[in-house]
């Protein structure tokens, strides 16, 4: 059944402009869109927005969604890059028509458009530098100035195109320019360049050329060979729009033709999104990979234990805005832990061990006990957790003068232990030489068994683990690789002077409940009152390795109620 025009979601302009195009049968009425990628690095969170929007519209006009690889410098691209992101886009859950496709595919046909556009007058081979060009673009309040080489003969230029192509001329040496308009108010419009040699072989195309085509002229021709009906651009390319039409104005003979239309690309606070920038992280060493988990790279968050769910209800929730603006951070980890907390097994997990003896409960045996899997889904049903006489809790659970409001345990103090009993600390032991408190000795009441009906109230509850059972376990407690809000945005210092010196703290003794044992790389869980983790790919039967994916304490939503407070 239709959402009545009440409850129907509002469209976006995007969808707008799509549902105007529909009506007036633009292109048939037809909706196809692409995702083209650089196969210069690994993709990251913007590129999940991207990725979102343009395979979420293809599925909701049932149309289609290509990936095409823009794959015109062999100079920065690798397989490697290929690979990852194929992976992904799959990962998010997402599928393109047909095979991957790329720019390369469409050299031959780009290379006898460009001879075509010569022939009609309308480009030139220009001998001068890159430097000397760059001279004589101008500034956008004053007119650039004309090539010497402007107004070479058709057929010079076509025999010198040619010899490009034939690998007569080095490097730097010529390219060939379109002959637009050196007064245009447009930059982009001042004779951009078409081609530049090249003498890199192509990871698809061998030694087959040795000039390449520049992004904007293979960008706009590559989705009229595809039949792209939107093109969907990050705001950058608003002015290279009136380039990307004027060149399809050259080549066009018919109806069909491509609309490029612009988005605001997604600003994430605490995060820097140039891959450049990211490039020099991996390659400096202050990361361990294109995927360590304090990266905002979509393999970087997939081994944080970031969901494709969670990445998707966030491109959803931040929209598709005309103007450029920075998205919280927290809205993102709100999203994932939206989604984790219905999907994660809750277990318990010790940190930062403390002993505590439980002096009443017999020597040498051990109660399995029930525990919950997850309160938000009964179907995930329950598990068993061993309890015996030694348990280990959090170090920071006991304070031996703790303050009135001081929920946890003291001397003299009761707690409930999470699907267990209510104990009583009664006493402690410390350390001779350093004073640290090393153990702790309590009696638990046997009428207070969790799920028994016992009316026993007591205000804190702890989480623990037998220490009899108990499974070591390596625990990287990650955090934002930022401690800035705009790493990037500050011109007087390096973006990387802002780099969180505890981002990655790796605790060596923390001890795990036993059902943990059997858990894979990419499982995910909720350490009870601790946070969301997830098994690292670096874990092995004999040694467990976690990674902090979020902690419990939600900022976002704190954020909200706090504003919702401030508005009512």
Not at 154 to 169: K, Q, S, T, V, Y
Not at 263 to 278: P, V
Not at 372 to 390: A, C, K, L, Y
Request: glycine share 6%; aromatic share 10%; with cysteine.
């Amino acid at each position: 059944m239709e959402k009545s025009e009440e409850t129907r979601t509002p469209l976006n302009f995007i969808e707008s402009k799509i549902e105007e195009d529909i009506r007036n049968n633009k292109n048939q009425g037809k909706v196809y869109t692409r995702f083209p990628p650089e196969p210069n690095g690994y993709l990251h969170i913007g590129h999940a927005k991207s990725i979102c929007l343009n395979f979420g519209l293809g599925s909701k006009y049932n149309g289609k969604t290509n990936l095409r690889f823009d794959d015109t410098n062999p100079i920065k691209e690798e397989i490697e890059y290929i690979n990852s992101i194929l992976e992904d886009i799959e990962w998010l859950g997402f599928n393109w028509e047909g095979k991957p496709r790329y720019a390369s595919d469409y050299f031959d046909r780009l290379y006898e458009w460009a001879i075509k556009i010569i022939g009609k007058g309308k480009a030139y081979v220009d001998d001068q530098s890159a430097a000397e060009i760059a001279n004589q673009k101008g500034t956008p309040t004053e007119p650039g100035q004309e090539s010497l080489y402007r107004n070479r003969s058709i057929e010079e230029n076509l025999d010198l195109f040619e010899r490009m192509r034939n690998g007569e001329f080095e490097e730097g040496s010529k390219v060939l320019r379109a002959k637009i308009d050196m007064a245009s108010s447009n930059m982009h419009l001042r004779d951009p360049l078409m081609y530049r040699i090249l003498k890199k072989p192509h990871h698809r195309t061998g030694d087959k050329w040795c000039i390449y085509p520049m992004y904007d002229w293979a960008h706009g021709q590559s989705d009229f060979i595809e039949g792209i009906t939107h093109s969907l651009c990050t705001l950058e390319f608003e002015v290279h729009r009136p380039l990307y039409d004027w060149f399809l104005d050259q080549i066009i003979e018919n109806d069909y033709r491509p609309v490029q239309t612009e988005f605001a690309r997604l600003n994430l606070s605490y995060t820097i999104m140039s891959k450049r920038k990211l490039l020099e992280l991996v390659n400096e060493g202050y990361v361990t990979g294109w995927n360590d988990p304090r990266m905002p790279t979509i393999s970087g968050l997939k081994r944080r234990g970031y969901t494709p769910e969670s990445i998707r209800n966030f491109a959803d929730r931040i929209g598709v805005a005309k103007r450029d603006n920075v998205i919280d951070v927290a809205l993102l980890e709100h999203a994932l832990k939206d989604d984790l907390n219905k999907k994660a097994p809750r277990v318990m997990a010790v940190l930062d061990p403390l002993k505590v003896i439980i002096t009443n409960w017999p020597e040498g045996k051990t109660e399995d006990l029930e525990a919950i899997n997850n309160p938000e889904d009964e179907s995930m049903g329950s598990h068993t957790i061993p309890f015996s006489r030694e348990i280990l809790i959090e170090k920071t659970d006991f304070m031996e003068d703790p303050p009135r409001k001081f929920f946890r345990l003291g001397p003299g103090r009761e707690v409930r232990l999470k699907s267990a009993y209510i104990i009583k600390c009664e006493d402690f032991k410390k350390d001779p030489d350093t004073g640290k408190i090393i153990e702790l000795y309590c009696t638990y009441d046997p009428d207070t068994k969790s799920g028994s009906g016992s009316q026993k109230k007591v205000k804190g509850t702890l989480h623990w683990v037998s220490a009899q059972h108990a499974i070591n376990a390596e625990v990287r407690m990650y955090d934002r690789l930022f401690d800035h809000p705009d790493p990037a945005g500050q011109k007087d210092n390096d973006y990387k002077e802002f780099l969180n010196p505890g981002s990655l703290k790796v605790l060596k003794n923390c001890m795990v409940e036993p059902s943990l044992k059997t858990s894979k790389p990419m499982d995910k869980f909720q350490f009870q009152r601790i946070g969301y983790f997830c098994v690292d790919y670096d874990s092995t039967e004999n040694h467990l390795v976690f990674n902090r994916t979020v902690p419990l304490r939600d900022s976002w939503a704190k954020m909200q109620k706090n504003r919702q407070n401030q508005n009512n």
